[in-house]
């Protein structure tokens, strides 16, 4: 069974984001999408200074198997890339809500009010469950 790790917020496109202080939020995959798409071998993110938009494309993720756009859980300006991961992309397996974060965002506008937007973990582990 896949991890749900409480305190964090998710996304139907299984990202978590959570708060990294101010209005930064921090971004990865969840337990279940990295086990879905089995050995990473390559992130794809964007620059700092990029802006992303809630819902919409932000990078790719490939693994033996496929290659999977990653989706921005809120709207903002990247502050911070992993990039530990360009060189260590096994790190999304090994501990995707870790060493396998992605980006941090700042968010436009109150970052808590934009993580309300996503679902808890209840709402989260629910979809997972229904979707294993």
């Known amino acids: 069974m896949s991890e749900v790790k409480s305190g964090l917020r998710y996304t139907e496109e299984h990202e978590w984001a959570e708060s990294a202080g101010g209005n930064l939020v921090r971004i990865g ?3 279940f999408a990295q086990s879905q798409l089995g050995d990473i ?5 964007p620059e700092v200074g990029a802006a992303v938009q809630a ?3 932000m990078g790719t993720i490939e693994s033996v198997k496929t290659v999977s756009d990653l989706f921005s859980p ?3 300006t990247v502050t911070k890339v992993n990039e530990a991961l360009l060189d260590s992309p096994e790190a999304v397996n090994e ?3 870790g060493t396998g974060w992605m980006i941090e965002v700042e968010v ?3 970052a808590a009010a934009a993580l309300e937007q996503l679902w808890d973990e209840e709402r989260y582990r629910a ?3 229904s979707n294993s």
């Open 29 to 31: 995959i969840t337990d």
């Open 74 to 76: 809120v709207s903002g």
């Open 127 to 129: 979809y997972v469950d």
């Open 95 to 97: 501990q995707p809500y």
């Open 108 to 110: 436009d506008g109150d």
């Open 55 to 57: 819902g919409q494309p």
């Open 41 to 45: 071998v390559f992130v794809e993110f």
